[in-house]
């Protein structure tokens, strides 16, 4: 899984200014004392406006059944993801490192505890052969003449997608705090990371304010 930053417009500066462009007020340069305790202030009381005039555009490459979580996310932010009706090059499947066993508690998903899904240590596992046998039956399909968009059908929720993630800094924020809680799942919180790693390198007064706030 990766994200890849494409793009991204403004600063912290520019989340100062947009705030004090009510005062018809601007600065040049960010003044550590003031400004960060402007932003701190605009994140603590919910004034979202001036966090939206900034934006960050990203290439991310996960699972479907990642990729359905994020885009719920709809608030701020604009997608655009790969599509199999127009597609058909090689299929990659997602392959956890552990497998997480189920959770006493319904509401958390997965234990700590590790499972074992090959202990005869057999050549390939449950899981290798499900997708491998659903890569073979979706280009067979293809190679008898099925339309893609239907081929794609048996193609499981592991098959790995990309996407355009293109948002305000607020969106992503909102994003991040919600996906890296200790509750969400953890393939979720991968992505949710790279994201706010990339986020606090460009707004770093910013994002410090955001993640703790929301």
Known sequence: MQVDLIDWMGSDLSVVNAARVSFANQHSELD???????????????????FAHSSMQFRIKAPVFVARQLVKHQVGLSWNEISRRYV??????????VWRGKAADKKQGSS???IDINP????????????QQAKWTY?????????????RMVL???????WYWSGTLYAFARVCAL???????????????QISQ?????????????TEEI
């Open 112 to 114: 700590d505890e590790e």
């Open 139 to 151: 280009e067979e399909l293809l190679r008898k003449g099925v339309a893609p968009e239907q081929a």
């Open 120 to 131: 005869h240590n057999g050549m390939v596992n449950d899981y290798q052969l499900a997708t």
């Open 198 to 210: 990339h986020a606090r390198k460009l707004f770093p007064v910013c994002w410090d304010s955001l």
């Open 179 to 193: 996906r890296l809680h200790e509750t969400a799942q953890e393939e979720t919180r991968i992505i949710a990371k």
């Open 88 to 97: 058909d090059f090689e299929v990659e499947f997602y392959e956890p490192e």
């Open 32 to 50: 550590e004392k003031s400004d960060s305790r402007l932003i701190s202030f605009l994140a603590k009381h919910g004034h979202w406006s001036p």
């Open 156 to 162: 499981p929720q592991s098959m790995m997608t990309e």
